[in-house]
């Protein structure tokens, strides 16, 4: 079976500053990998622990940088990694986003068979960059993926977390999963893993490469239009306390009581 697992670089702050053109400072920032990736590597890592002959292949689409973040899960027994990266890929929205990785993927790993991805990207956050990548490709997808179950009759079954409770699903191959945080310790890559890892010769793909033109990639190609990006003030005050469950009822009657709320009951 072959994966391809889709990871993303994100800026290792709370403090999002805003370039101009209102899209993510992510110059002189710290990248980690997106926490939701780190759960979509487990997931594929679980299936590779339980099937065999599971190849992984890592893609991400990012800076030159973003190479230290796929020797890491390389190390945590991922087999390749490809990092797509290009100058002309600057200002890529999801759309552009969704078409560049499809694109890699289907020239570097033509004959998939799965194509997981992480819900959601902490810093862009849309919850689009895989859905999309599923409809370029035209394949099934399953989104909000908790925990693989098995595979049977060349079908995945999955469970589904929604906010009103599980759901179990099957698909066929290939199709493309998105992956929610899951409750579990991820691994840890052991000295092995890391030197096989540094080992490991990292794939790069250019525009060219993945034979996409100019006008479909970043900035050109584009829809999404950012008028205004702004933080979220809250208008409401709030007090947080930290206290023993028997103390919490006196207190917030005291602060009802100190309202008037009470007066009025
Ligand atoms: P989500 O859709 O929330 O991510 C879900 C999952 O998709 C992730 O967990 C991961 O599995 C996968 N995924 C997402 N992005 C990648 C990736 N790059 N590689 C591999 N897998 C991925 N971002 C920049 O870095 N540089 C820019 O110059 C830039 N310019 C932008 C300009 C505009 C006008 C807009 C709207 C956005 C720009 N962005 C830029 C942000 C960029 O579009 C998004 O970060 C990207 O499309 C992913 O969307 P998201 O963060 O909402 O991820």
Not at 24 to 29: A, F, N, T
Not at 176 to 198: E, K, W, Y
Not at 230 to 241: C, Q
Not at 250 to 255: G, Q, R
Request: hydrophobic share 40%; charged share 25%; glycine share 6%.
């Amino acid at each position: 079976m072959k994966i391809a697992l889709c990871i993303k670089q994100v800026p290792d702050t709370t403090d999002i500053k805003w370039t101009e053109n209102n899209t993510i400072q992510r110059e002189g920032v710290e990248s980690i990998i997106n926490p939701y990736d780190i759960y979509a590597t487990e997931l594929a890592l679980s299936i590779k622990s339980e099937i065999n002959d599971v190849h992984i292949t890592v893609f991400t689409m990012g800076p030159l940088q973003a190479e230290g973040m796929l020797r890491k899960v390389l190390a945590l027994g991922c087999d390749d990694a490809v990092l797509i990266s290009d100058k002309k890929f600057a200002g890529s929205d999801t759309y552009a986003t969704g078409l560049t990785l499809s694109r890699a993927i289907r020239t570097v790993l033509p004959d998939f068979d799965l194509i997981i991805c992480g819900q959601f990207a902490v810093d862009g956050d849309t919850a689009q960059t895989g859905p999309n990548i599923a409809n370029f490709l035209d394949i099934p997808q399953v989104t909000y993926v908790k925990n693989f179950e098995k595979i049977e009759n060349n079908k995945l079954f999955l469970t589904r977390e929604l906010e009103d409770g599980l759901e179990f699903v099957s698909v066929d191959f290939p199709a493309l999963v998105c992956v929610l945080q899951r409750d579990i310790d991820p691994h840890r890559a052991t000295i092995r893993g890391i030197m096989n890892a540094s080992k490991k010769q990292i794939k790069r793909c250019s525009i060219s490469d993945i034979c996409l033109s100019v006008e479909k990639a970043g900035i050109k190609g584009s829809p999404t239009y950012v008028s205004k990006a702004f933080r979220n003030v809250s208008s409401h005050n709030a007090e947080k306390f930290k206290l023993r469950k028997e103390d919490s009822v006196k207190l917030l009657m005291d602060k009802l009581n100190d309202l008037g709320v009470l007066n009025d009951v």
